[in-house]
């Protein structure tokens, strides 16, 4: 398992932009697929998008699919998710998970590493 920190969350008006970084410990983040999820109130939790280990390869849920991107910097082993065009249904708690097994969309129990998540709150 890896330490996962989330950060960047904020209110911000609807049609702007955040950043959200993950921010992960450990030497063997590379190693780990990591995904974005969010739990708006009252709601599952949901898949947003997931970064490959190997290739960089990704997936969007078509709700945010053309306006979020998600990016990986192995480096300071920290994801991003630069998340543009908000509007209110992107009002939730986003979390970032990893997972080091086999697949790619994999289901959400396969997820053994989760970060605290942060707020983002879009105004009308």
């Known amino acids: 398992q890896v330490q996962l920190v989330e950060s960047g969350g904020g209110l911000v008006q609807a049609g702007g932009s955040l950043r959200l970084s993950c921010a992960a410990s450990g030497d063997t983040f590379r190693t780990y697929d990591v995904a974005w999820f969010r739990q708006g109130p009252g709601k599952e939790r949901r898949l947003v998008a997931i970064?490959?280990?190997?290739?960089?390869?990704?997936y969007y849920s078509p709700s945010v699919k053309g306006r979020f991107t998600i990016s990986r910097d192995n480096a300071k082993n920290t994801v991003y998710l630069q998340m543009n065009s908000l509007n209110s249904e992107d009002t939730a708690v986003y979390l970032c998970?990893?997972?080091?097994?086999?697949?790619?969309?994999?289901?959400?129990?396969?997820?053994?590493?989760w970060g605290q998540g942060t707020q983002v709150t879009v105004s009308s």
């Open positions: 970064i490959a280990r190997s290739d960089g390869t990704t």
């Open positions: 998970a990893a997972h080091g097994g086999y697949g790619f969309v994999v289901p959400i129990d396969e997820y053994d590493s």
